[in-house]
């Protein structure tokens, strides 16, 4: 795959701790006080725990998720693990207005065809016919891919 990569959106180093950081200290207190201050009913106990490795398991993905970066080229985005999120033939529209349901940081691709259900927390994901960039991820670069990629669909036609 000698593609020319075009815009590439990576998760800082510090956005990307802080994330899992975060969610890993929340499930760790979870886990914590549901062990070393047990609620009176088992149901909360369970609940406190459930969340909190939840939340363990979680952070965890994140991380996985966010070694990866997501690079636009020619035929469309793509994760650096080869996986193809949209080919530019089937993108309709990219939304990145301030009330579109998108992540943070980033923008929403909607596509002409549904797609198979994807979710890589704190970079992308896809959900039917839309696929959302974006996350810990900064502003500036899912900004520039957007306005590159709706260049390359305006020369598209």
């Known amino acids: ?6 815009a590439t959106v990576r998760a800082s180093a510090p956005r ?34 459930v969340m909190g490795v939840g939340s363990l398991v979680l952070a965890d993905a994140t991380r996985r998720a966010t070694e990866r970066a997501i690079e636009l080229t020619a035929q469309g985005l793509r994760d650096t693990s080869g996986e193809l999120l949209a080919a530019i033939d089937d993108i309709e529209r990219v939304n990145r207005g301030t009330f579109a349901m998108k992540p943070s940081n980033g923008f929403v691709v909607i596509l002409q065809s549904s797609g198979t259900r994807s979710w890589h927390p704190g970079l992308w994901w896809r959900l039917g016919k839309r696929v959302g960039i974006g996350g810990v991820t900064p502003a500036a670069q899912t900004k520039f891919m957007a306005q590159t990629l709706e260049a390359l669909m305006a020369e598209r036609g």
Do not use: D, H, K, N
């Open 1 to 6: 795959m000698s593609e020319e990569v075009l």
């Open 16 to 49: 990307r701790w802080i994330g899992v950081g975060m969610l890993a200290l929340l499930g760790g207190m979870l886990v914590y006080l549901a062990l070393a201050t047990p609620p009176q009913t088992i149901f909360w106990q369970v609940f406190l725990l």
